[in-house]
């Protein structure tokens, strides 16, 4: 009697499964287990602040700046001597950290993050928002959990500086 299965074409099969399996998970992961980085907790976040103010306020007078021509720190549009500049005053806060700035007058000092490209993101820092919060994100009292669904969320620190945390496309269903 002939075998019903063959052994290549079983093999084949299984591991098709099992590749297909992989890539679901893979697919699926970051819905699954968000945000997977521990973020910092927001006295964290403000103490770093208080203790290195001078440096924010010179960092944001930059990116304010800056913004017509860059949207980062190191962004190549910037002059050699400017991104060393951002650099080395970084280096006295974090050197890990990372600013972004756009033309709305939105500085942004990412102190952990996590995702980019196209998936799931998600970025915890200070913001310095000259336009107010109302045009950038809800204004929350506590960020120490991840709030749960994608949007800006912001805890007031003082005058026009935020703790923020944003969530991109956790929420989202279907494909990227």
Do not use: C
Request: proline fraction near 7%; glycine fraction near 6%; charge should be negative.
């Amino acid at each position: 009697m002939r075998q019903l299965f063959t052994r290549k074409p079983l093999i084949a099969a299984v591991a098709m499964l099992a590749l297909l399996l992989i890539g679901v998970f893979v697919w699926q992961y970051p819905k699954l287990f968000p945000p997977i980085v521990p973020t910092p907790p927001d006295r964290t976040v403000v103490t770093s602040f208080h203790a290195h103010r001078q440096i924010f306020e010179t960092l944001a007078q930059m990116a304010d700046q800056d913004a017509a021509i860059a949207s980062s720190s190191t962004d190549e549009s910037l002059p050699v001597a400017r991104r060393s500049e951002y650099a080395r005053l970084l280096s006295q806060i974090d050197s890990k950290m990372i600013v972004v700035f756009d033309p709305w007058r939105t500085t942004k000092f990412l102190f952990a993050g996590e995702g980019g490209g196209i998936g799931p993101s998600w970025d915890k820092g200070i913001a310095h928002l000259t336009a107010g919060p109302g045009r950038a994100g809800q204004i929350v009292h506590n960020l120490d959990k991840d709030p749960g669904h994608d949007d800006i969320y912001l805890v007031p620190i003082e005058a026009d500086w935020y703790v923020i945390f944003q969530r991109i496309d956790y929420d989202r269903t279907g494909s990227f």
